[in-house]
């Protein structure tokens, strides 16, 4: 388990992360989600041991590690950090050669974990001739050596056309048995991945849960979409005004009602008691509009 | 043994890499070709085409190095680090069970052998050519050899001390460059020109003393004192108090090693500070 206990970061006058208390259980996926320069990279940073947070403390099983303790801690780490040029001239094959041995790990695993990838064929190429999706799945390799329980993905999407995304996300979903703590801009994509997200703005965690639970925390308005029946004779804009205590607004022959999750169920029995409509649609705010509402 | 391994793996990768830049076996080649061309011309202003004394050629390709091998050591050692940092190589590497010192000796160790390799890939050809053509005494070169390796080395140290200092890779070799000029042309004219404006009044101890200041100007007395076949002092050399060859020797060493302890200190500080680059 991964405890942050009031731990914030600073550079200068500027306040990347203001203090803040996280927990990540073992097994856990947990999706890191805000705009460019919300404290994403630098809550990443200070999680793997890259940067020392200016005040607070990260326990790693409930205790502070001390040099030795994080150099175990890292052999059961995998990171990806968020922009690497890897090693052009080098093969798939040796790069993570290279990178198994200052992990002190099996350097004969490595055929394995090239095939888990994708890899297998290219091995031998180098990587001055990848694409940025294979050159992703490189760097996920690296994260992978050793069989880490732990995982720290920054951006890993990033850059990748929609294609790529699917082929990354399927190969996420093949190392689900660990801790993963994956930051993105892009969280909607890759949101029924993980099991809670975090929602970042200036430094601050302005939202931590679930799915459905950020979705109660924000209350967001339900979008009810009414087409009124041929028949109806206008009075329905008029009628819809007095049940619902949100805006109506009539557009192309539709009308729009945006309703509160609070006000939703007393606003649909209401609504099955009016005349003149023909047909009703619902819609739930997706979790990108939760999440940029809330970012 | 854990750390020795991952010291040696991170020198082999650095290793590999230097020796793959051309810049590198350009100098080289360059450094191979001068010193033929020293030997063979050296003479020439005096109207003797040919391979002249040993003497005189030791000492030319003293003088050579004196002006070469920081250039090279600098040049090379300006995207140490600060490279790997803008590449995202250093984070990546770090967030493994590696130390900041860990990567920092190997980084440096495989630079000292990147160097070592293309110094004595141009010197050795040429010190085979001038024991069977002037009959250089072999030993007399390898001495050389060891003390111009000791020269790239204190200056490799100053670049690694440059680069972390630097913000990118084009300030840092900029910065290296300024530092090669002033060490091997600007200083000495600086100390000529003390000499010619107080003339006698600068006791011979002290301007000695000035001369261990600049590491370039440590390897010419180095030379002097211990190379036989140049041992006719050329230059501000002839104004210095002799010196100690142990003495200077430390000289050297504490050259290669204070900047190489300052800059790892100063990497390990901007590191936890998250000031690198």
């Known amino acids: ?295 | 043994m854990r750390r020795a391994d991952v010291v040696w793996t991170i020198a082999k990768k650095e290793l590999s890499d230097r020796l793959r830049n051309h810049w590198v076996w350009t100098v080289s080649v360059l450094v191979l070709v001068s010193s033929l061309a020293i030997a063979f011309l050296g003479s020439a202003p005096v109207g003797v085409v040919g391979v002249t004394g040993s003497g005189a050629v030791m000492a030319s390709i003293m003088n050579l190095s004196v002006y070469l091998v920081p250039l090279l050591a600098l040049v090379m050692g300006a995207g140490a680090i600060i490279d790997e940092k803008k590449r995202g190589v250093l984070d990546l590497i770090l967030s493994y069970p590696v130390s900041s010192g860990e990567y920092f000796l190997g980084t440096f160790v495989g630079y000292v052998f990147a160097l070592s390799i293309a110094l004595i890939a141009s010197f050795v050809p040429t010190g085979v050519v001038l024991h069977w053509t002037s009959g250089i005494d072999i030993r007399e070169y390898s001495l050389l050899l060891a003390l111009v390796l000791g020269l790239g080395v204190a200056f490799l140290a100053l670049s690694f001390l440059i680069s972390i200092l630097s913000r990118d890779h084009g300030r840092s070799v900029a910065s290296s460059v300024l530092v090669w000029i002033v060490a091997v042309f600007v200083f000495d004219l600086v100390l000529v020109g003390v000499l010619v404006a107080y003339p006698g009044e600068i006791p011979t101890s002290a301007f000695g003393a000035l001369l261990l200041l600049n590491p370039a100007d440590v390897f010419r007395l180095l030379c002097f004192s211990w190379v036989g076949s140049a041992a006719s002092p050329l230059g501000l050399a002839t104004v210095a108090a002799p010196f100690n060859v142990a003495a200077l020797t430390a000289v050297l060493t504490a050259w290669a090693v204070l900047p190489l302890l300052v800059s790892h200190r100063l990497f390990h500080r901007r590191l936890s500070m998250d000031k690198l680059v």
């Open chain 1, 1 to 295: 388990m991964i405890r942050l206990e009031g731990v914030s970061k600073r550079f200068g006058a500027i306040e990347a992360l203001k203090p803040l208390d996280l927990q990540i259980e073992d097994g856990e996926w947990l999706g890191v989600f805000g705009r460019n320069g919300c404290g994403k990279t630098s809550l990443l940073r200070i999680l793997v041991g890259l940067s020392r947070p200016s005040s607070g403390e990260v326990l790693i099983d409930g205790k502070v590690p001390g040099d030795e303790d994080w150099r175990r801690f890292r052999r059961s780490l995998g990171f990806m950090p968020e922009r690497i040029s890897m090693f052009e001239n080098l093969t798939a094959e040796k790069t993570l050669r290279y990178f198994a041995r200052l992990k002190g790990t099996d350097p004969g695993k490595i055929p394995v974990l090239l095939e888990r990838v994708g890899l297998a064929a290219a091995a031998k190429r180098r990587l001055a001739g990848y694409s940025k999706g294979m050159l992703q799945r490189v760097n996920l390799a690296q994260a992978l050596l050793g069989d880490p329980r732990i995982l720290v993905l920054d951006e890993p999407i990033e850059g990748l056309d929609s294609h790529g995304v699917g082929e990354f996300l399927d190969l996420l979903r093949e190392v689900k048995d660990r801790t993963v703590v994956f930051s993105s801009h892009r969280l909607p994509l890759v949101s029924r991945l993980v099991d809670r997200i975090c929602v970042l703005s200036d430094g601050s965690v302005k939202a931590l849960g679930t799915e459905d639970e950020l979705h109660r925390h924000l209350d967001l308005p339900v979008r009810v979409i009414i087409h009124p029946s041929p028949d109806s004779n206008g009075s329905l804009v008029e009628q819809l005004n007095e049940l619902a205590a949100a805006s109506v607004v009539s557009r192309n022959g539709r009308i729009v009602v945006n309703v509160s999750q609070r006000e939703k169920m007393r606003f649909l029995v209401g609504l099955e008691r009016l005349r003149g409509v023909h047909d009703v649609r619902i819609e739930e705010p997706s979790l990108e509009e939760v999440l940029l509402e809330t970012s």
